[in-house]
């Protein structure tokens, strides 16, 4: 990878991207691109890191959610795939397992009766490409005629007029 974290504060961190000069415009602006969702995967990958749990036993409602761990899961971001080791949650007799969303209070004390409502996991995650996930705006060519007719011309863009009214005698 060529996007580093290469310092960390309590409150932030900082990215370090390294962008290759190329023999064309386009070929560095692929790389550039490239190089900046990598440094977006990344960054996402550390929130998402700031935002796991201790692996505390969770309480939802009368039932006890406790960690299988640490698990290595694939989250979609805008830059790409990031894959993050985080608390898995699951009760005492089996079934769904849970990534909490966000920092609990020590014991899971803070947690609502709906703890996991907005966790979204992606296990196979399939990138579209940047062309076909746009919505196309191209008109045909008589799309704009009836609106350049609307447009009125009062002059010239400097406001002079285009004519001389007055005409001095030459002699």
Do not use: W
Request: net charge positive.
């Amino acid at each position: 990878m060529n996007a580093t974290i290469i310092a960390r504060t309590p409150t932030s961190f900082t990215l370090q991207v390294e962008v290759p000069y190329n023999d064309s415009m386009l070929g560095f602006e692929e790389a550039l691109q490239q190089r900046l969702n990598d440094a977006g995967v990344l960054a996402t990958a550390e929130g998402l890191k700031r935002f796991d749990t201790d692996g505390a036993p969770i309480t939802v409602g009368a039932v006890k959610l406790t960690t299988k761990g640490p698990v290595e899961k694939d989250y979609q971001t805008p830059y790409g795939v990031a894959t993050v080791a985080r608390h898995v949650y699951q009760s005492p007799d089996g079934g769904k397992t849970y990534c909490a969303p966000g920092k609990l209070g020590k014991g899971g004390s803070d947690v609502a009766q709906k703890p996991f409502a907005g966790t979204l996991r992606v296990t196979n995650p399939v990138r579209q490409s940047l062309a076909s996930s746009r919505k196309r705006v191209l008109r045909g060519p008589g799309a704009t005629r009836a609106a350049k007719r609307r447009q009125r011309v009062s002059g010239s863009c400097d406001g002079a007029p285009k004519y001389p009214t007055s005409r001095e005698p030459t002699s």
